[in-house]
């Protein structure tokens, strides 16, 4: 069993920038592929983006490509959004999630186990 425990999320001024963090429990973090969802009541959930076990390969949605950066650090168990440039549209609760098998994808249904999610407001 993995627990996801996003941080970072609040209200932020358009144009601003946050960095959501999630931290992983487990010793097996550096074998899973981990991607960021988002969503808004009465949508379906959105991929943001996802990173592949190693790091080595990232994914992103075209909405948030050029100002978003996902990232990790294996020997912390954690996997970063780092957001900038944001807009209200990116309001949303943010949710991180892991895949069990190492390649990412930005399937949700892929995804083995969630996060609670984090609120994140962007005020126009």
């Known amino acids: 069993q993995v627990q996801l425990v996003e941080s970072g999320g609040r209200l932020v001024q358009t144009g601003g920038s946050l960095r959501l963090s999630c931290t992983a429990s487990?010793?097996?973090?550096?074998?899973?592929?981990m991607g960021w969802f988002r969503h808004v009541p009465g949508k379906e959930r959105e991929f943001v983006a996802a990173?592949?076990?190693?790091?080595?390969?990232?994914y992103y949605a075209d909405s948030v490509k050029g100002r978003f950066t996902i990232s990790r650090d294996n020997a912390k168990n954690t996997v970063y959004l780092q957001m900038n440039s944001l807009k209200p549209e990116d309001t949303a609760v943010y949710y991180c999630?892991?895949?069990?098998?190492?390649?990412?994808?930005?399937?949700?249904?892929?995804?083995?186990?969630w996060g609670q999610g984090t609120q994140v407001t962007v005020a126009s």
């Open positions: 999630a892991a895949r069990v098998a190492g390649r990412a994808t930005t399937s949700s249904v892929t995804y083995n186990y």
């Open positions: 487990g010793r097996t973090f550096s074998n899973y592929a």
């Open positions: 990173i592949n076990w190693s790091g080595g390969s990232t």
